[in-house]
């Protein structure tokens, strides 16, 4: 007989979640606001199955389950999305390892469900795939990536794919560059803001008043994974737009620095009169100093 084992998600992010306490979702799911979970040892490994609850003993079977499937299966996350619709999204994620033939990393499965008849939910099959993938290395040494495994990113391109977007919107793709930069991965960084990725960006959300703060954010991580010149071509686009931003300035003279130091100092000066002006002269880089008065 397998072992029962009760624990209830505090909507971590880490690849598995603690046991104990009590998680409440928040937004509910229709009148579901607690999601707890049973994990099932058995003769293949670990099985993990749920169930939502709320108030007047409501409750939802959830059909889906975490399954070993070449490891023990662990879950992410789990919460409820609130768009047009009430989704409810949980996360199984596997530990994935081929060391033969270079293969190791995660592999991410996301279930996406709405309500059907009382009582009733149903898996929506296609959201559910957009929000899987896998992340880690392929054989050859390629890299995979998976942008949507943390809970704010996923929640925000579960209401883009509602809204029918396949492509990360601006606003998606400034979260998902600051969550790589976060971790300094270069490579990610690189993957994500491809040319054809950079292109469409500036096709359906041109360089403009609401949208410089987000561009600002992949000039720099283009700048910080060594893509300096797609970069320096996005802060120029920017500054045409809001030339008087002071981290701007930083952000060019550093771009610059490796090809046109001369033009480079011209922005760090400009950078450390704009500091000066704010009263901020304490703040400014060490490195900027340094630069301006070099030979």
Known sequence: MGKLFLFVLFGCSASICAEGGSYSLNPSFHDAQTVEFVSMDGERGRTIKGRLSGKNGVQYHIPDVCEPEGGEAALVDAYAVKGKESYFLFTCAWNVQHSGVGIEGTQYETFVYTQGNPGLIVRQAEFSRNLSGYEGRLEGGVRSHFWYSKRKIASVKMLELEAGKSMDSISLASSVVRDRLSDADVDAIKAYLGGERIQ????????????????????????????????????????????????????????????????????????????????????????????????
């Not at 954010?217 to 996005?234: C, N, P, Q, R, T």
């Not at 400014?284 to 301006?292: A, D, F, K, S, Y």
């Open 200 to 295: 469409q960006l500036l096709v359906d959300s041109p360089v403009g008043r609401s949208t410089v703060v987000a561009y600002n954010d992949i000039g720099y991580a283009l700048a910080f994974a060594g893509e300096e010149v797609m970069a320096y071509e996005i802060l120029k686009r920017v500054e045409a737009v809001a030339p008087g931003r002071v981290v701007l300035k930083l952000n060019i003279a550093d771009v610059l620095w490796s090809s046109d130091k001369e033009q480079s100092r011209v922005y760090y000066k400009q950078y450390v009169s704009l500091m000066g002006e704010a009263g901020k002269e304490r703040l400014i880089p060490l490195r900027v100093i340094e630069r301006i008065n070099s030979n």
